[in-house]
T-cell receptor, first 110, second 113 residues
Framework: ELKVEQNPLFLSMQEGKNYTIYCNYS?????LYWYRQDPGKSLESLFV?????AVKQEGRLMASLDTKARLSTLHITAAVHDLSATYFC??????????FGAGTRLTVKP | DSGVTQTPKHLITATGQRVTLRCSPR?????VYWYQQSLDQGLQFLIQ???????AKGNILERFSAQQFPDLHSELNLSSLELGDSALYFC????????????FGQGTRLTVV
C-alpha cells in the first residue's frame, strides 16, 4: 500500500532563513503534488510535478521530484511570515486517488 | 476561490443522525473526490466519482455513501453518525479521471454531539 511520509512534521523558522521539507513515498508514482493549507481553510494547489527531475518554482518556494529515489523536496528561501501554513505533499495511487502525507506545520517567526 | 462549492459550511448534529454534504465541482470538471480531514487521521481519501460512476474507493465506512448526479454535483451521505465522525470533509474536482491537478472546496465542518 502506498505510504507518504513527510518530515519534519513541525518546523519553526526565523524570517530570512532557508529550509527544506521532505516527502518520501513508498511505491512508484508518476505525479506528486504540493498543497498549502491555512488554519481552518481549504487546500491550495502549489505545484504539480509530473516527471523525474521536474523542478518548479513560485516565489520563495521551489519543489523538485526524484522518482527514482521516490523523494520530493519543497525548499523555502528567505522565509517570510506569510509562508506560515501547513504544507502537504500528495502522490497518485494506482487507483488514481491522491494519498496525502501528514503535513508539515510551518511557523515563520520574525 | 477554487471554483468548487461545498454546502453547508458548518453542520452540527447528534449521534445516530444522518446528514448529506453537497459538492458542486468546477465548471467542466468531470471527476469529484471526497476527503475527510481529522486531527488523528489526517487527510483520508474516501471516494472518487467520474462522470457519474464510482472510480475509486478509499477508507470509506459502510455507513457512508456517495453519488454523482447527471449535472455532476456530488453528495456524500453520512448515517448513524458517531462522535468520531466529527471532521472537516473536503470535496475536490479535476478535469479528468486521473489527477493532474485537483482543486479543493472550502470544506464542510461536521460536528457530532
Amino acid at each position: 500500500e502506498l505510504k507518504v511520509e513527510q518530515n519534519p512534521l513541525f518546523l519553526s523558522m526565523q524570517e530570512g532563513k532557508n529550509y527544506t521539507i521532505y516527502c518520501n513515498y513508498s511505491t512508484t508514482s508518476d505525479r506528486l503534488y504540493w498543497y498549502r493549507q491555512d488554519p481552518g481553510k481549504s487546500l491550495e494547489s502549489l505545484f504539480v510535478l509530473l516527471s523525474n527531475g521536474a523542478v518548479k518554482q513560485e516565489g520563495r518556494l521551489m519543489a523538485s521530484l526524484d522518482t527514482k529515489a521516490r523523494l520530493s523536496t519543497l525548499h523555502i528561501t528567505a522565509a517570510v511570515h506569510d509562508l506560515s501554513a501547513t504544507y502537504f505533499c500528495a502522490v497518485d495511487s494506482v487507483n488514481n486517488d491522491m494519498r496525502f502525507g501528514a503535513g508539515t506545520r510551518l511557523t515563520v517567526k520574525p | 476561490d477554487s471554483g468548487v462549492t461545498q454546502t453547508p459550511k458548518h453542520l452540527i448534529t447528534a449521534t445516530g443522525q444522518r446528514v448529506t454534504l453537497r459538492c458542486s465541482p468546477r465548471s467542466g470538471d468531470l471527476s469529484v473526490y471526497w476527503y475527510q480531514q481529522s486531527l488523528d487521521q489526517g487527510l483520508q481519501f474516501l471516494i472518487q466519482y467520474y462522470n457519474g460512476e464510482e472510480r475509486a474507493k478509499g477508507n470509506i465506512l459502510e455507513r457512508f455513501s456517495a453519488q454523482q448526479f447527471p449535472d455532476l454535483h456530488s453528495e456524500l451521505n453520512l448515517s448513524s453518525l458517531e462522535l468520531g465522525d466529527s471532521a472537516l470533509y473536503f470535496c475536490a474536482s479535476s478535469a479528468t479521471v486521473k489527477n493532474t491537478e485537483a482543486f479543493f472546496g472550502q470544506g464542510t465542518r461536521l460536528t457530532v454531539v
